[in-house]
T-cell receptor, first 113, second 115 residues
Framework: SAVISQKPSRDICQRGTSLTIQCQVD?????MFWYRQQPGQSLTLIAT?????????ESGFVIDKFPISRPNLTFSTLTVSNMSPEDSSIYLC??????????FGSGTRLTVV | AQTVTQSQPEMSVQEAETVTLSCTYD???????LFWYKQPPSRQMILVIR??????QNATENRFSVNFQKAAKSFSLKISDSQLGDAAMYFC????????????FGKGTKLTVNP
C-alpha cells in the first residue's frame, strides 16, 4: 500500500498567521483526504482533493479557511489560514492505498498561541 | 447520513486476555466497507482489519477478528492474547462502496492493556 510523508510533524504558530501542511505519496493516487482531529476526539473530514479539480469541502469547512492544492497525483497541501487557538488540532492526510484500504500520514500537531 | 457509534469510550484488558470493542453503524446502503483503525500515541493511523459488507465470512488478521452482523449493523473487534503494544485508540470506520470514498469514523475507544 501507499506510504505518505507528512510535514511538518508539529508546529507552534501565532494567531492570525497561516500554516501549510504537505503530504507526499510514494505512488499515484486519485483521491486524497484531509482530516482534523481535535484533542481527544475522532477524525473529522475537512475535504476531499482530486487532482485537477477543486477540492470538495465538508459541511462546516470552507475554502477560504482551509485552501487545498493538488497539483499532481502524488502531492497535496492544506493551508490553515488566519489561525486562532480553536484551530489547534492534529491534521492528517490520507489516500486510498489499495482495494478498500487507506493510508494515513503521521499527522501534524498544530498549536496556535 | 451514515453514522458510526462506538459506545465504549475506554476499555481495559489484562495482558494475554481477550477483549471485544463494540461498533454499530447506520446506513441505508447495501454495499460498503467497514474498518478498524488503531492510533497509538505516535498518531499514526494503522489499519487493523477490513470487512466488505457483501462477504458473510468474518475477517480475521492474526489475533484480530471481527463479528460482523449486517442485519444488526454491528461490527465488533475481538483482540485475542492481548499484548502491551495493543494499547491505543481504536476507531471504527465506514465507507460506502460507491460515490465518495470518504471514511466516516466513530469517536474511538481507548484500550489500556495491563501487565
Amino acid at each position: 500500500s501507499a506510504v505518505i510523508s507528512q510535514k511538518p510533524s508539529r508546529d507552534i504558530c501565532q494567531r492570525g498567521t497561516s500554516l501549510t501542511i504537505q503530504c507526499q505519496v510514494d505512488s499515484q493516487v486519485t483521491m486524497m483526504f484531509w482530516y482534523r482531529q481535535q484533542p481527544g476526539q475522532s477524525l473529522t473530514l475537512i475535504a476531499t482533493a482530486n487532482q485537477g479539480s477543486e477540492a470538495t469541502y465538508e459541511s462546516g469547512f470552507v475554502i477560504d479557511k482551509f485552501p487545498i492544492s493538488r497539483p499532481n497525483l502524488t502531492f497535496s497541501t492544506l493551508t490553515v489560514s488566519n489561525m486562532s487557538p480553536e484551530d489547534s488540532s492534529i491534521y492528517l492526510c490520507s489516500a486510498r492505498g489499495g482495494p478498500g484500504g487507506y493510508t494515513f500520514g503521521s499527522g501534524t500537531r498544530l498549536t496556535v498561541v | 447520513a451514515q453514522t458510526v457509534t462506538q459506545s465504549q469510550p475506554e476499555m481495559s484488558v489484562q495482558e494475554a486476555e481477550t477483549v471485544t470493542l463494540s461498533c454499530t453503524y447506520d446506513t441505508s446502503e447495501s454495499d460498503y466497507y467497514l474498518f478498524w483503525y488503531k492510533q497509538p500515541p505516535s498518531r499514526q493511523m494503522i489499519l487493523v482489519i477490513r470487512q466488505e459488507a457483501y462477504k458473510q465470512q468474518n475477517a480475521t488478521e492474526n489475533r484480530f477478528s471481527v463479528n460482523f452482523q449486517k442485519a444488526a449493523k454491528s461490527f465488533s473487534l475481538k483482540i485475542s492474547d492481548s499484548q502491551l503494544g495493543d494499547a491505543a485508540m481504536y476507531f471504527c470506520a465506514y465507507r460506502y462502496q460507491g460515490g465518495s470514498e470518504k471514511l466516516v469514523f466513530g469517536k474511538g475507544t481507548k484500550l489500556t492493556v495491563n501487565p
